[in-house]
């Protein structure tokens, strides 16, 4: 260990090239980014088939099978290990459907029984690997990423890890497996009944994806370790998943996000002297955290800011109509003076009681106060405005037409039709409004009062 | 040998110290388990499992020497922050359940990996202590370990019991919890919390990955066994210690071959567990693998010897007496694709069903017996007032109900064949006329 931390210091030394990055780091990065790539094509359908933990389950699991394949085959070779790990996972994805189908399981239940169970006969078996050899449990939950440029292969002449060699083959296999599959996968992630009433091969879409995160967990795992496995089929997926409802782009961005996070957790590792797994998985959770919050659609701040201020303008309709009835009960009859005159019908109005406490209302006054719908008075009088009436007469109208609406069409008792139409006045747009005025804009409401022209 | 002899009698102190420990939280996660799994949440406990590390890592980088009660506070905190993120992104944004779990579990974990490797790079940092966490040291159990494992066991087994029948209504239908009043959203925090608690109680004993195997395996092994929530955590509390027992007992007893590291106490737990479920998923007497599979067994062979005396019957049907005899061939012809019918003919001999000629001219030959005629008839009363009942209420052609009819009248209750009779009304004969034509009978135009 000491020798390899020795080894690994010159290399960082060393073999600076050009900037900063030297040609370890730039080893390590690629095979980050490559097993995050490899991960994040095949997460995206775990995400959208709802899955996700059966790479948590696989990526654990295959842990007996690296014991023994290493304790029958006797060498760290990459390909008894795996065949090894690959059966184990398989064995478990297997085992935890069948107990779920047979056994009636619940199903995330029999995914735990059989992963745990599946890691503890790892972690039994592996006791009986002399100390030294470099398989352990830790091993597979932490990867050894910095140990990548260490073992090299000559291919074409150029001289790269070997282990980079090996990933880029699973990327590759995974890309031709999405595009060959491209709509076989959509339709069954998408819609799995639609897609077995066509009578489409279900099951064979579903063996491929597992198999698919079968081998890629494994051969990610010997670098980044099962945890960084898990956050990278996972998160960028689900991330994407949040940034766009199309399906190709969740795919690109997918690749993106995973292998950003790969090279940014990197270089945080680097700087702090820490594992570059964990900071890369680190890094994927905070990305997910950040799109969860701001994205443009599906961002919890994105969705409250415009529930915000949807209330704002409900609120300030709401501030509106209720000065604008108040001046008709003052005035008696229907306000309908125009601009040129605004003093005629800017009348004091008392807000007293109703419009005067809470957030959103200071908010709205403010508002409204600036764009010069209102005036305020002392004493917390407010006045409208012509420009205000305008507004407010245009929510009067949608109410009022939205009553007769109601009565007519829907049947609605008289004492049954205010409340709706109070909400239903904001979300009567123009177009809503001109089909309704061909029938109720020219006589009153139930309760008769008068529309309000437009 | 001698080691062995030093267990069962409980000589060793430091076996007996790992034994409660271990048998303790066996209890406690078991009984725990049971709510968690049938809250189909079985993979929280691995969550949180895994969220707690960087409160791990945290404590031990701010209060430096490894003071256990505070690296146990800030896994506690961390594995709650975990869990209420997964609630908050399941509340709050489509990613579902799966998604949420996977990304909570890896990042957490994640800084959980990054604190821990900068923590061990301080002076004082000792990579050993903050391993065990992962991985687990049951073995290595002091007193003190016990006595924090036996408080959160008490803790968890008082309030399980003081709030059982909230847990209940919350596991079985939280819709109808909810709409009474019960504060749900506080009773699964309630139980998420005790979850938590047992699990970071579990991790220096069992480690991350294994912890949550202790609530899931005894809970899931528990419910082959039994219906009621009573036993159930009963049973389950019961696996988890039996579970634990065996496991510490087996990695203390068994030889340590040449060359190993000695048994890992926390997965041979683990396993323990795992062999139980194995056991109680294939014998258990009702929901057990084996007790279907023989359920399913002994059904197909009621069914193909009902078919075979149905069979008989309606081949015979309009003969005169003295010639209800029938051979194999006229059988087979009547119900084809029946697989293995001389075996199953045999076995109608057998339970004095049916009777074979041996002598003279019908020598090779069978006929019903009385009691054979009589089970006969039943059935093929049955079968048909279910196509006559299937024809007029359901709409279905005559050639088209015999299908249905001859998977059905093997189950029809006596009260369900009885009513159908009422029914049709007419007396009928003691086997009504079938409603389509029936091989190697005659053509009975049935509409009753």
Redesign the interface.
């Known amino acids: 260990m000491t020798q390899d931390a020795a080894m690994l210091s010159m290399l960082r030394g060393n073999c600076t090239i050009g900037f900063a990055i030297s040609e370890y780091d730039l080893w390590v990065m690629l095979a980050g980014v490559l097993a995050a790539a490899a991960c994040s094509i095949v997460g995206c359908f775990l995400v959208l088939r709802r899955m996700s933990l059966l790479g948590d389950a696989i990526s654990h699991a295959i842990l007996p099978g690296l014991a023994a394949a290493f304790l029958i085959s006797h060498t760290r070779e990459i390909v008894p290990m795996l065949i090894g790990a690959a059966s184990a996972g398989v064995l478990a994805a297997l085992l935890s459907g069948a107990m779920a189908r047979y056994a009636r399981v619940e199903e995330s239940a029999s995914l735990g029984v059989s992963f745990t169970t599946l890691f503890a006969l790892g972690v039994v078996l592996i006791a009986f690997i002399p100390a030294g050899i470099d398989l352990d449990p830790s091993c597979v939950l932490y990867g050894s990423i910095e140990h990548v440029p260490l073992d090299t292969v000559v291919l074409f002449g150029v001289e790269i890890p070997r282990y980079i060699r090996t990933i880029a083959i699973v990327l590759i296999v995974n890309v031709v497996i999405v595009a060959l599959l491209w709509k076989e996968l959509k339709v069954v992630s998408f819609d799995a009944a639609f897609a077995a009433s066509i009578g489409f091969g279900t099951a064979f879409v579903h063996t491929i994806l597992v198999s698919a995160v079968a081998w890629t967990s494994v051969v990610c795992f010997e670098a980044v370790g099962s945890i960084l496995v898990v956050a990278m089929l996972v998160a960028p997926g689900a991330t994407a998943h949040l940034l766009t409802d199309r399906y190709p782009r969740m795919f690109v961005y997918s690749i993106i996000l995973a292998t950003s996070s790969a090279v940014i957790g990197y270089q945080l590792a680097s700087a702090l002297d820490t594992t570059a797994a964990g900071m890369m998985s680190v890094v994927a959770g905070v990305q997910f955290a950040i799109a969860a919050l701001v994205a443009p659609k599906h961002g919890v701040f994105v969705k409250w800011m415009s529930r915000f201020l949807l209330s704002i303008r409900i609120r300030r309709e709401d501030i509106l109509a209720s000065l604008y009835r108040e001046l008709e009960s003052q005035g008696a009859g229907t306000i309908s003076l125009s601009a040129s005159n605004p003093n005629d019908y800017v009348a004091a109005c008392s807000t007293g009681n109703r419009y005067s406490r809470g957030l959103l209302t200071r908010i709205s006054r403010r508002a409204l106060r600036r764009e010069g719908l209102i005036e305020e008075q002392l004493a917390g009088q407010l006045r409208l405005t012509a420009a205000g009436a305008e507004v407010a007469r245009q929510v009067i109208r949608s109410h009022r037409m939205w009553e007769s609406f109601l009565k007519e069409e829907v049947g609605l008792g008289p004492d049954h039709l205010h409340d709706p139409s109070h909400v239903m006045e904001h979300y009567i747009t123009p177009q809503m409004r001109a089909r309704l005025q061909s029938a109720y804009a020219d006589r009153p409401d139930p309760h008769g009062k008068p529309v309000p022209p437009a | 040998m001698n080691e062995f002899i030093r267990l069962v009698l409980l000589q060793d102190p430091n076996t007996r110290v790992v034994l409660a420990g271990a048998g303790l939280l066996g209890v406690c996660a078991g009984v725990l388990g049971v709510f968690v ?1 049938l809250r ?4 929280v ?2 969550a949180i499992a ?1 969220a707690a590390l960087p409160g791990i890592g945290a404590s031990f980088l701010i209060f430096g020497e490894r003071n256990v009660v505070a690296l146990l506070a800030g896994a506690f905190v961390f594995g709650l922050l975990g869990v209420l993120c997964i609630a908050a ?1 399941q509340m ?24 821990s ?2 923590a061990q ?1 301080t002076p004082g940092g000792n990579k050993a202590g903050l ?1 065990g966490y ?2 687990g040291k049951a073995a290595s159990m002091v007193q003190s370990d016990v006595l924090v494992i036996a408080l959160v066991a008490v803790t968890t087994l008082v309030v399980v019991a003081f709030f059982f029948k909230e847990l209940r209504l919350v596991c079985f239908d939280r819709s109808f919890a909810a709409s009474i009043g019960r504060p749900v959203g506080m009773i699964d925090f309630v139980l998420l919390a005790l979850v938590c608690v047992c699990v970071i109680a579990g991790l220096p004993a069992v480690g991350v ?2 912890t ?2 202790l609530l ?2 005894p ?2 092994g528990a ?2 066994w039994t219906d009621r929530l009573g036993y159930l955590v009963f049973i389950a509390g019961l696996f988890g210690a039996g579970a634990a027992c065996i496991g510490v007992a087996m990695s203390a007893a068994l030889p340590i ?1 040449a ?6 106490t ?3 737990i ?2 323990a567990a ?1 062999a139980i ?1 194995m056991v109680s ?1 294939l014998l258990a007497p009702q ?3 084996l007790a ?1 599979v023989a359920r399913r067994v002994a059904f197909k062979r009621k069914m193909s010897l009902e078919h075979v005396l149905r069979a008989a019957y309606e081949v015979t049907e309009d003969r005169k007496p003295g010639g209800f005899s029938w051979s194999i061939n006229e059988i087979v012809r009547h119900i084809d694709g029946q697989a293995g019918l001389q075996r199953i003919i045999n076995r109608a001999v057998r339970a004095g069903l049916v009777k074979k000629y041996i002598h003279g001219t019908r020598a090779g030959q069978y006929t019903l017996t009385d009691d054979g005629a009589i089970e006969a008839t039943r059935l093929v009363r049955a079968h048909r007032l279910w196509e006559h009942f299937l024809i007029r209420h359901a709409d279905i052609a005559p050639d088209h109900v015999h299908r249905g009819a001859d998977e059905l009248e093997h189950i029809l209750p006596t009260e369900m064949i009885r009513a159908i009779e009422l029914e049709l009304g007419s007396t009928l004969p003691p086997a009504p006329p079938s409603p389509h034509q029936v091989v190697q009978g005659v053509r009975l135009e049935g509409n009753p």
């Open positions: 799994v189909r949440r079985a993979l406990g691995d895994h992104i709050w944004t489509r990613v579902k359940e799966d998604a949420a779990l996977g990304i909570v579990l890896s990042s957490f974990f994640g800084l959980g990996l990054v604190l490797r900068i790079s391993d992962i991985f990955v294994l949550a195997a899931i395996i809970a899931a419910r082959f071959p060359g190993s590291r000695g048994w890992p926390g997965a041979m683990v396993l795992a479920f998923m929901r057990g693998v279907a």
